[in-house]
C-alpha cells in the first residue's frame, strides 16, 4: 500500500510518537498535570511544560504560558472565533477556506458578525493583498485564514497579510493546519496574533492533538469552562493563560506524542524536511504534466506544500480516486476537500479534485508506481472517449 493523504493525517509517524504514547499509557508514572504534589502529576506537568516549549520554540511564541492546548485546528478556531469576534464586528476571510474557518463564521454572521471572502485567481492560485484593503471596513476588526490551501496546496502571502493588519489594527489569524511542520512560522516576524494548528498532520503527532499561540495576551471568552486545578472557588475561567483556554482533563499520552512528531521535525531539520518533499511533488507533477488529459490546479511557481490537486478529463473525481485504490492500492482524497468555496471558484462541484499529499516518509519509488498506474489509467480512458 502507498500512503498519498498526508493533508488528511499524517498516517506513518516516527516510532518516537507511538513508543512514548505507550510508555505514559502503560508506565504507570503519568497521573493528572497540575492537580497535587505527587510525582504522578509532576510527570505529566513536567511532560506539558516541555511540550509547551517546544512548540514556542518552533513558532517563536514569546512565552510557553501563550501555548494553549486544543484537541484539533477545528477546536482551536472555533474557540478563537468565538472567544473574539462580537455582533457589530467585520471580518475578512478567503475562498481558500476549510470549512473550520468557514462554518464557524457563518454560524457568526447569523449573530450579527459581517463577513467577507477574498477571491483567489483560478489561473495562478494568486491572492492578492489589494483584495484583502479594499474590503476594510471602520468595522473591520480581523483578517482570518489559512496559511495554505488544502487543496491545491497554494501558500497564501501571510508576511504581507500581516504587515496589512499591522497598518490597519486588525486581528491576524492563521489557520495552520497545513503548514504547521512544513513551513517556517514566525509568529513575531510575521504579525500572527493567533497561530491555530492540528498535531497529526505536518507535525507527525497523533489525532486529538492541536493548540492555539498567541503573540501576546487577548481577551478571548473560553469555547469551554470548567476544572482548571487552581482558583475553584472563581465561578469563572481564570484570566491566565494558558489556564484560561484549558478547561478539564489534559491529552497528556497525546500530547507525549506531539513532543516527539516535532522533536522529529527539529532533529531533520524543517527545510530539509520541505525540501525533500517539493522534491517528490515536482516528480508527480512533471510526471503528470505529460497527459493533456490532466487538468493540475497547483501553481508551479511561488511557495507551495507537499500537495497535487488534479483531475483526468471529464472522470469524477470519485472514480479516479477509487480506481488507484483498488489497482494499485494508492490511498488518495477525493471530493470538495471540506473546503466548498475552492471546489466553486473552480465550477467543480459536481466533478470534485483528486487530491495527493506527500510526506518525509514518502519515496521517489511510489511516485513512480503512481505515474505507471496514471499510464494505465489514462490509456483507458482514451479507448473510451
Not at 10 to 17: L, N, Q, R
Request: charged fraction near 20%; proline fraction near 4%; hydrophobic fraction near 35%.
Amino acid at each position: 500500500m502507498i500512503y498519498f493523504d498526508n493533508a488528511a493525517t499524517t498516517a506513518i509517524k516516527p516510532e518516537s510518537v507511538g513508543k512514548t504514547m505507550s510508555d505514559v499509557l502503560t508506565s504507570g508514572h503519568f497521573g493528572n498535570p497540575g492537580r497535587d504534589s505527587s510525582n504522578y502529576s509532576v510527570n505529566s506537568s513536567l511532560l506539558v511544560e516541555q511540550t509547551r516549549e517546544k512548540i514556542a520554540q518552533l513558532f517563536n511564541v514569546p512565552s510557553s504560558d501563550f501555548v494553549m492546548f486544543t484537541s484539533n485546528a477545528t477546536d482551536s478556531l472555533n474557540t478563537t472565533l468565538k472567544g473574539l469576534l462580537k455582533p457589530g464586528d467585520h471580518v475578512i476571510s478567503t475562498n481558500y477556506e476549510h470549512n473550520s474557518v468557514i462554518r464557524p463564521l457563518e454560524q457568526l454572521r447569523r449573530n450579527n458578525v459581517d463577513i467577507d471572502y477574498v477571491p483567489f485567481d483560478t489561473e495562478t492560485g494568486v491572492i492578492n493583498i489589494e483584495d484583502f484593503e479594499t474590503r476594510i471596513k471602520s468595522n473591520t476588526k480581523a483578517i482570518v485564514c489559512t496559511y495554505a490551501s488544502n487543496v491545491t496546496g497554494y501558500v497564501l502571502p501571510i508576511d504581507n497579510i500581516g504587515k496589512l493588519c499591522k497598518k490597519y489594527n486588525l486581528l491576524f489569524i492563521v489557520d495552520a493546519a497545513q503548514s504547521a511542520g512544513f513551513i517556517d512560522i514566525d509568529i513575531q516576524k510575521q504579525g500572527i496574533d493567533v497561530l491555530c494548528f492540528t498535531g497529526h498532520k505536518s507535525l507527525y503527532g497523533p489525532q486529538g492533538t492541536g493548540g492555539i499561540c498567541l503573540k501576546e495576551s487577548l481577551p478571548i471568552e473560553p469555547l469551554k469552562s470548567g476544572g482548571t486545578g487552581i482558583d475553584s472557588f472563581n465561578s469563572n475561567m481564570p484570566d491566565e493563560f494558558p489556564t484560561r483556554l484549558e478547561a478539564g482533563t489534559m491529552n497528556v499520552p497525546g500530547i507525549a506524542g506531539l513532543y516527539e512528531g516535532i522533536d522529529y521535525i527539529l532533529k531533520y531539520g524543517l527545510n530539509n524536511i520541505r525540501q525533500y518533499v517539493i522534491g517528490l511533488t515536482d516528480e508527480a507533477i512533471d510526471g503528470l504534466d505529460k497527459y493533456p488529459e490532466v487538468k493540475i490546479y497547483t501553481p508551479r511557481t511561488g511557495l507551495r506544500t507537499g500537495v497535487i490537486a488534479f483531475n483526468v478529463g471529464d472522470l469524477n473525481s470519485a472514480e479516479v480516486g477509487q480506481w488507484l485504490w483498488d489497482e494499485y492500492q494508492i490511498a488518495n482524497r477525493t471530493g470538495a476537500h471540506c473546503a466548498p468555496k475552492v471546489l466553486e471558484s473552480f465550477n467543480l462541484v459536481e466533478q470534485g479534485i483528486v487530491r495527493l499529499s506527500f510526506s518525509s516518509f514518502n519515496t521517489s519509488e511510489e511516485i513512480k508506481v503512481f505515474l505507471g498506474a496514471m499510464e494505465e489509467l489514462i490509456i483507458e480512458y482514451r479507448k473510451e472517449i
